[in-house]
């Protein structure tokens, strides 16, 4: 398997703004997803871009308020997380090799990494 190491986390109160960064190494991706787990919460679907279409696809509940998005180079990917809620808080995960399921299912992707942490406090 090829590492996935998120960075960015961070505690910030309500309404500001974090920006994570997902790296993979010795993988260039086409498509890649972003999930988060709330302590005692199964792990919840956030966003998902394909670089060939370009197409994105986000959770309603972050929808308008998170962009998903690719970096420079193609081993790199960006969530721009704005207005954050109490609700986002939780652990962050980048996930890739994704399978061809639903882009929301985590078992369709292979490679994940550790995580980083995100805490928003009222």
């Known amino acids: 398997q090829v590492q996935l190491v998120e960075s960015g986390g961070d505690s910030v109160q309500a309404g500001g703004s974090l920006r994570l960064s997902c790296a993979a190494s010795r993988l260039t991706w086409n498509s890649l997803a972003w999930f988060r787990q709330a302590p005692a919460k199964e792990r919840e679907a956030v966003a998902f871009i394909f670089t060939g279409s370009g197409s994105t696809a986000y959770a309603d509940s972050v929808r308008g308020r998170f962009t998903i998005s690719q970096g420079n180079s193609k081993n790199t990917a960006y969530l721009q997380m704005n207005s954050l809620k109490p609700e986002d808080t939780g652990m962050y995960y980048c996930?890739?090799?994704?399978?061809?399921?639903?882009?929301?299912?985590?078992?369709?992707?292979?490679?994940w990494g550790q995580g980083t942490q995100v805490t928003v406090s009222s």
């Open positions: 996930a890739a090799g994704y399978t061809g399921r639903p882009w929301d299912d985590a078992d369709a992707y292979r490679y």
